[in-house]
């Protein structure tokens, strides 16, 4: 059996009162799963609680088989990554400079890289398609191209687990259609589990293993592609079922 990751155990996420029903699932070594939703249901609360950035109302993320909140900063870092649609942009840094600061929680910041940290960042830039502008200012990009630099930073720190807010909200068709390749890739030959958040559903229901659907209702469902659609998580999208590849 795959080993879990990251599990939750009656996770309720929120701010003055919870989004959704509690949450009990778990995320294997191995797998693609994708979160979706229509706008507003949770999923970037959901995220950011999974990645320790807000407390849950109620509940617990189990990391590794270790309580989340038990993990100092630089530890959880090692075992899971996370990029957020909203993330800012630091002005000065180029392309790889950027892509390298994945390798922090095992070099510090005064970036005391090893062979194995520089082959890490230049495998990043290459998975992700953008070692052709890796000396360009990270400002200097358009928002798709950032958007592939920030999963590249993900990429290189070589995380147990990628917790991914819309990666493909900027990329055109050829590179949405290259991430999730990527993505159900790097999941099975790293042996890590990829959770992402998307609108594009009809990718989702192609390449993930499982989908977590929320329906803005408050209500949630996770499980294979035709346990979701069947329970009617997937109306509000007016959408049907795509054989996965």
Aim: hydrophobic fraction near 45%; glycine fraction near 6%.
């Amino acid at each position: 059996m795959a080993e879990a990751l990251l599990t939750t155990d009656s996770l309720g996420v929120g701010f003055n009162q919870p989004l959704f029903a509690p949450l009990d699932f778990s995320l294997f070594a191995g797998e693609l799963v994708c979160l979706v939703g229509p706008n507003g249901a949770g999923k970037s609360t959901l995220f950011r609680t999974l990645a320790g950035l807000i407390s849950p109302m109620s509940g617990k993320v189990t990391l590794c088989e270790k309580p989340l909140e038990d993990y100092s900063a630089r530890e959880r870092a090692r075992l899971l990554a996370s990029v957020f649609t909203a993330e800012s942009i630091p002005s000065g840094l180029t392309v790889e400079e950027f892509v390298a600061l994945g390798r922090i929680p095992f070099t510090s910041f005064f970036d005391h890289r090893t062979k194995e940290d520089y082959a890490a960042v230049a495998m990043a830039l290459r998975d992700a398609d953008v070692e052709s502008f890796a000396s360009r200012e990270l400002c200097a990009l358009s928002d798709g191209e950032r958007s592939r630099v920030f999963l590249a930073r993900a990429l290189a720190g070589h995380a147990r687990v990628l917790l991914l807010d819309e990666p493909t909200a900027f990329l055109d068709v050829p590179h949405t259609l290259a991430l999730f390749r990527l993505l159900l890739r790097v999941a099975r030959e790293q042996n890590i589990a990829v959770f992402l958040s998307t609108h594009n559903i009809d990718y989702a229901l192609r390449f993930a293993h499982r989908i977590l659907a929320l329906d803005g209702s408050g209500n949630a469902c996770i499980g294979p592609v035709n346990t979701v659609v069947n329970n009617g998580f997937l109306t509000w999208a007016e959408i049907g079922i795509n054989e996965k590849e």
